[in-house]
């Protein structure tokens, strides 16, 4: 897969975890729902910063992004929620589940601009890794 191709997958996948973590946010109960509550909204507001810039770079590039949520849908390798009540600890279980995929797939693209002495591009999703890194490890410290 080429770069703006897994850049394409990535912003698909930034989109549908932004209707996930509002999911998470409306539908979560517990004794952290307070908690959870509030951070789910932090990470959603991130998520829809991560989805423009990342749409942004993409059209710098002189592609096109994905704009819409079929063809997002089409793409994407997060899964949605249904729309339903979950407990505080599937709540971050999911959560934790998506973050090690950023991390992941942060890497790879990384890597792929890397390849490409795209250093803007490297540079951009390196602070996004830096971003999911620390979430997954105050995560596991959440969940110990």
């Known amino acids: 897969m ?3 191709e897994k850049m394409n997958v990535y912003l698909a996948n930034q989109q549908i975890s932004f209707i996930k973590l ?3 946010h409306w539908y979560v109960q517990g004794s952290a729902f307070f908690t ?3 951070k789910f909204e932090e990470l959603y507001d991130h998520t829809a910063d991560v989805i423009d810039d990342v749409a942004e770079r993409l059209l710098a590039m002189g592609q096109s992004p994905i704009a819409n949520l079929k063809q997002a849908l089409s793409v ?3 899964k949605e929620l249904e729309s339903v009540a979950i407990s505080s600890d599937a709540a971050i279980k999911h959560l934790t589940t998506d ?5 992941k797939d942060t890497k790879e693209i ?12 490297a ?10 890194e620390k979430l997954a490890w105050m995560l596991k410290a959440y969940q110990a």
């Open 22 to 24: 509002h999911n998470l």
């Open 110 to 121: 990384i890597s792929l601009a890397e390849e490409q002495n795209d250093v803007v591009t």
């Open 99 to 103: 973050v090690e995929y950023w991390v």
């Open 36 to 38: 959870l509550h509030a």
């Open 76 to 78: 994407a390798t997060i």
């Open 2 to 4: 080429s770069l703006t």
């Open 123 to 132: 540079d951009l999703f390196t602070g996004y890794l830096n971003h999911y």
